[in-house]
């Protein structure tokens, strides 16, 4: 097990239902804008749950072989909404990864092989989503949660 070298990192996280979702990507990729649309999309339900678990900075710790995701303290509750400025929400304190999207992808596969489609963190492996620029990453990360692949 590699614990991680940081305390935090340059991520997002969203519990969707019981599945936690690492947002990762560089800044203005739009970690806290997809964020934000799917605890919209939760509310106009589109999908039967979701809670900022932590936004652009997030803790990272490994328990029992499995990823788990909480806040910085100082920015617990807090999500950027472009435009609008910081914005209190309610969240989750910890929540259990399950899924990796990355944004802003510029070479990400049109139809990823099976390989590609799984993301090491910290020695944990787990599902992975890499989204292009162009891409509409809502719609992508609700098929990935309504859909299982063809293998």
Do not use: W
């Amino acid at each position: 097990m590699v614990e991680p070298a940081e305390p935090s990192i340059h991520a997002s996280a969203v519990l969707v239902g019981s599945r936690a979702m690492l947002i990762r990507g560089p800044a203005g990729s739009g970690k806290s804008s997809l964020t934000l649309a799917l605890v919209q999309a939760a509310a106009a339900a589109r999908i039967t749950f979701a809670r900022l678990v932590a936004d652009d900075r997030t803790l990272i710790e490994i328990a029992h072989g499995r990823l788990l995701a909480r806040p910085v303290c100082e920015l617990a509750g807090l999500l950027e909404v472009r435009g609008l400025g910081i914005r209190r929400l309610p969240y989750e304190p910890v929540a259990v990864v399950s899924h990796v999207i990355d944004l802003a992808v510029a070479d990400a596969a049109r139809l990823p092989e099976n390989s590609v489609r799984k993301a090491d963190v910290y020695g944990v492996i787990l599902p992975h989503l890499e989204i292009r620029p162009s891409a509409d990453p809502l719609a992508l990360v609700l098929a990935v949660l309504s859909t299982t692949c063809v293998d």
